[in-house]
T-cell receptor
């Protein structure tokens, strides 16, 4: 059961245009969402996040939108640059009470979208 | 500030052996989580440690175990290795102890350990 889905395996965009990456989730208990960028043979790099109490968060060229009723989030990159070419993962987390204490540290990831920005 | 450090970067083992991977979190971070990345299953959560206690565990067999030390460094161990354990193992740290809502949830990843089981 895939709780976080990125339905587009790949996206190709021209330099200077907007890149829009999409992500859907099914678990209503998720209350925090993150986007990571990953190059081969490296760990994911944190880009931007949003909590469920907001519907938009902006950081430079990156904006994340959250539509809770649709259980959908998107990452907008404007303008896109060739250096943005990488795999992008969305991830979700929720507060979970366990025997060892309250856990915030479980991220559920989507399958990733390969973004290619052409010069 | 140094990032998350994982050692070794690459490892080759044979079936049936065991392996220990190490992770040093960002200074001041007290939570460490481990993930496995494979082409077929993507990034999957293994377990989370905070103050030497396991707080959460993913859906992996008991051959996968971990621990955290008093300095927040963490190790994960895989016993009786199988071919399917070949993967990139990633460690992430979080909990800088300050900031508003959601800060606790931002995890910073190391470069990973690439494990090949032959």
């Amino acid at each position: 059961d895939q709780q976080v889905k990125q339905n587009s395996p790949s996206l190709s965009v021209q330099e200077g245009r907007i890149s829009i990456l999409n992500c859907d989730y099914t678990n209503s208990m998720f209350d925090y969402f993150l986007w990571y960028k990953k190059y081969p043979a490296e760990g994911p790099t944190f880009l931007i996040s949003i909590s469920s109490i907001k519907d938009k968060n902006e950081d430079g060229r990156f904006t994340v939108f959250l539509n809770k009723s649709a259980k959908h989030l998107s990452l907008h990159i404007v303008p896109s640059q060739p250096g943005d070419s990488a795999v992008y993962f969305c991830a979700a987390s929720g507060t979970q009470a366990n025997a060892g204490g309250t856990s915030y540290g479980k991220l559920t990831f989507g399958q990733g979208t390969i973004l290619t920005v052409h010069p | 500030k140094a990032g998350v450090t994982q050692t070794p970067r690459y490892l080759i083992k044979t079936r049936g052996q065991q392996v220990t991977l190490s992770c040093s979190p960002i200074s001041g971070h007290r939570s460490v989580s481990w993930y496995q990345q494979t082409p077929g299953q993507g990034l999957q959560f293994l377990f989370e440690y905070f103050s030497e206690t396991q707080r959460n565990k993913g859906n992996f067999p008991g051959r996968f175990s971990g621990r955290q030390f008093s300095n927040s460094r963490s190790e994960m161990n895989v016993s009786t290795l199988e071919l399917g354990d070949s993967a990139l193992y990633l460690c992430a740290s979080s909990w800088p102890g300050q900031g508003g809502y959601g800060t606790k949830n931002i995890q910073y990843f190391g470069a990973g350990t690439r494990l090949s089981v032959l």
